[in-house]
């Protein structure tokens, strides 16, 4: 089956390797060793010619690491080891090899492989920034395991933190020849995407489509089948996907949650029926609401609605 993009196949976490410190000393000293660099949740991109990421090696990664960054062990790549590393602040002379940027702006024209990089990078620096402190105690947090925990510093709590991912249904809910698309308050003008919604504790994923479509635009769904998932850690999710049949097509759109939705018949979302004046736009190509849209289409071979 197709990948998503930014999904992290082809990265061998090698977990058992964070347990050991010898281990990782090892690797961070190895002349291969690739370090990616994320500034302010912005990743290094040289983007003369196609764009490509920009990996950091040697003298300039140890001054960083001496400088107080610590080096997060992402794993191994054809046997080459990567990790991630927090730049920000530090005065990173990149002229020449490329500029700091966000990672959504070329990921779609990235190799899928640096992709998946510099996105599981950019999450996991972001969790880190945001985590210095116990949720505990109140008291600082150290590094542990290679960058993957970060533990309470105070003796009587040593409360152990993880690396957090928010999960968060994304589905497509159609009857018939019918889809329905909206607009989220903060859509760029003219997108209509697919409805969407983070899982809440004590709810399956599927509880999630059913109440998310109801809340969103009342709509009662009978079928909910699994299409794929996407890591999107802008910041800190991993997008789960759906198909879900409505059980009619009555509905009512929440002004609360949504700017608008209806109803699409097929035929409006074949490309040259599209209007050209900017007032619909479908998702961006590296967005799995995209291609839920295109595989309910049938725009590409692969498991869809009906099976
Ligand atoms: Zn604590």
Redesign the pocket.
Known sequence: MRRNPYSSAEIDRASHRREVDDDIEDLLVASKTRFVPVDSDRNLIDKRGKPSAVFIQGMMARAIIRGGSHPIFLGLVEGEAYFALDVTGFDMPIDGLGEFMDLRQVGPLLFAREGSLLAYARGMTYWHRRHKF??????P?RVAKAGHERV???ES???QHFPRTDPAVIMLVHHGDHCMLGRGKHFPKGMHSTLAGFVEPGESFEDAVAREIYEEVKVKVSAVSYHSSQPWPFPASVMIGFHAEATSMDFEVNKEELDTARWFHRDELREENLPKDGSFFMPRRDSIARRLIENWLGHEAGPGPNG
């Open positions: 116990c949720g505990v105690c109140g008291s947090t309470c510093t105070n709590c040593k409360a």
